[in-house]
C-alpha cells in the first residue's frame, strides 16, 4: 500500500502525495483515483480483518475495530480487581476492558473481586461475564467469612407458600453471614456466564423477587464452586447447554432452586449441589441433560413439587448422602424417559411420594430410606430398584407388575 499516486496528487506536507477536490468553476481538476491504488486500500484493510479470523461483510462498520480489538493479546500472567477501590469499579466494566484483548494459550487473566457489596438495578445493569477465551479467565471473590454451610444448615420447612418464604429469607441472611462478595440484584436485574469460564469463585447472588432469571451458565465449561444464587423469581441457578464442574452451589426460591437444561452437563466431584425453596422443583435435570454427582451429593427441600427431578430424557446421579426433604408432591422423582440413581439416599418428611418414576422412567435407589405417602410409586412403563431399601407403601406392590406394566423390585 501507498500513498495515491494518480494524475493531479498534491503535497499535503512533508512531501505526502495527498488529494486535491476538483473545481468546474476554477478549472482545478480533481485527484484522479485509480484502480490499484483502490484495490491496495481494500487488501490492505482486509488483510487485517482476515488475520484476526472475521469475514467481510458489506453491512458491518465495526470490522476493522474487531480486528483490532483482536490483534491486542495478553501474554503474560495478569491479576486485575474489582471493587470501589480496585481497577475496576464494577464487573461490567471489567469484562468490558478484558474484551479489547485477547488471551495467549498458556496465560491468563484473573480477577479479584473485592469483599464488598455490589448492586445491580435493572435489566440494563445484568452482569454478563463473557470473552472468547474465557478458559483463561478466573473471577475470584474474596475468601469466605465462614466455612460453607453444611446442607442441613439451608432452611427447608415445607413446600407451602408460607413456609418457602419464611425459608428464603432465612436461606438469604444465612448467605450474607457467609460470603464476603454478595451481588444485589434489582427490578430484573441478573447475571450470566456466556461461555467458558476457567474459574468462578466465592460469590452470592441475591434477588429480590423479580420475575427473572437468576445466574445463567451458557455454553461453554466453567468450574463454579462456592457460589449461590437466591431470591430470584424464575430460575435461580441455571445451567444451558453448559459443561460445568461444580462443588458447593446452591439455588434457592423462584419456580426452580437449581436447573440443568437444553443438554447440560454438571459434574460434582465433591461437595453438593442443591435447590431449596421453589414452587417447582429444588435441583432439576431435563431436556437431555446429565448430573453426576458421584463423589458429591445432591440435596433439595422446602418446594411445592419435587425435590430431585430428572425429566425429558435426562440422568441424575447423586452420591450415597443425598436426601430431599420436606418436598409436598415427590422426593426422589424422574419422568418422561429419564433415568435417577440415588443409592443410599433419603426421603424425609412426607411428601405424596418419596421415589417416584413415571413414563418409562427407572429408579436405582438401592439401600434407601423411603418416607410419604405412598413410599414408591411406579407407573406407565417404569421401574424402580430399591433392594435393600425400607419397604413402606408401595405401587404397584413390590415384585409386581402393574400400573401399565410397571415394576419395583426389592
Known amino acids: 500500500m501507498d500513498r495515491v499516486n494518480g494524475a ?32 491496495a486500500v481494500q487488501e490492505n484493510l482486509m488483510k ?14 465495526d470490522l476493522l475495530w474487531l480486528a483490532l480489538k483482536a490483534s491486542r493479546v495478553i501474554d503474560t500472567h495478569v491479576v486485575k480487581t474489582i471493587g470501589s477501590t480496585g481497577d475496576f ?15 495467549a494459550p498458556g496465560y491468563s487473566l484473573t480477577f479479584l473481586v473485592a469483599a464488598e457489596d455490589f448492586g445491580l438495578d435493572g435489566a440494563a ?9 474465557g478458559s ?3 473471577l475470584i471473590a474474596a475468601d469466605l467469612l465462614a466455612a460453607f454451610p453444611a446442607q442441613s444448615a439451608w432452611a427447608a ?7 418457602r418464604a419464611t425459608d428464603l429469607a432465612a436461606n438469604k441472611a444465612l448467605a450474607e453471614s457467609v460470603f464476603a462478595t454478595r451481588v444485589y440484584c434489582e427490578n430484573g436485574a441478573r447475571a450470566s456466564v456466556v461461555g467458558n469460564l476457567g474459574t468462578f469463585k466465592n460469590i452470592a447472588f441475591l434477588g429480590d423477587g423479580s420475575p427473572v432469571d437468576g445466574l445463567v451458565m451458557t455454553g461453554g465449561f466453567s468450574a463454579v464452586e462456592a457460589v449461590v444464587s437466591l431470591g430470584f423469581g424464575v430460575k435461580n441457578f441455571a445451567f444451558q447447554s453448559a459443561q460445568s464442574s461444580v462443588k458447593n452451589v446452591v439455588g434457592a426460591g423462584g419456580e426452580h432452586g437449581l436447573i440443568c437444561i437444553s443438554g447440560a452437563h454438571l459434574t460434582c466431584a465433591s461437595g453438593y449441589i442443591a435447590g ?14 446429565a448430573v453426576y454427582c458421584t463423589g458429591g451429593s445432591v440435596y433439595a427441600g422446602g418446594c411445592a413439587q419435587y425435590g430431585v427431578h430428572a425429566d425429558a430424557n435426562a440422568g441424575i446421579t447423586a452420591g450415597a448422602a443425598s436426601s430431599s426433604r420436606n418436598n409436598t408432591q415427590g422426593s426422589f422423582v424422574a419422568t418422561g424417559q429419564s433415568r435417577l440413581t440415588a443409592i443410599g439416599s433419603t426421603s424425609i418428611g412426607a411428601p405424596s411420594v418419596g421415589y417416584y418414576s413415571n413414563g418409562n422412567s427407572h429408579l436405582e435407589i438401592n439401600n434407601c430410606t423411603a418416607s410419604g405417602t405412598t413410599f414408591y410409586l411406579a407407573n406407565r412403563g417404569s421401574s424402580i430398584d430399591a433392594g435393600g431399601g425400607n419397604v413402606g407403601a408401595s405401587s404397584p406392590a413390590v415384585n409386581t407388575v402393574g400400573n401399565e406394566n410397571s415394576y419395583i423390585r426389592q
Open 8 to 39: 493531479d496528487w498534491v503535497d499535503i506536507g512533508g512531501g505526502r502525495r495527498g488529494f486535491r477536490s476538483q473545481s468546474l468553476v476554477d478549472g482545478v481538476s480533481g485527484t484522479e483515483v485509480t484502480a490499484p491504488w483502490l484495490n
Open 48 to 61: 487485517v480483518i482476515e488475520e484476526a479470523g472475521l469475514e467481510g461483510d458489506i453491512d458491518n462498520w
Open 89 to 103: 469499579a464494577t464487573f461490567q466494566d471489567a469484562f468490558e476492558w478484558a474484551t479489547r484483548y485477547r488471551i
Open 125 to 133: 445493569e445484568t452482569a454478563i461475564f463473557s470473552h472468547p477465551d
Open 136 to 138: 483463561r479467565i478466573h
Open 157 to 163: 420447612n415445607g413446600g407451602g407458600a408460607g413456609n
Open 276 to 289: 431449596f425453596n421453589a414452587s417447582l422443583d429444588g435441583v432439576t435435570a431435563a431436556q437431555m441433560c
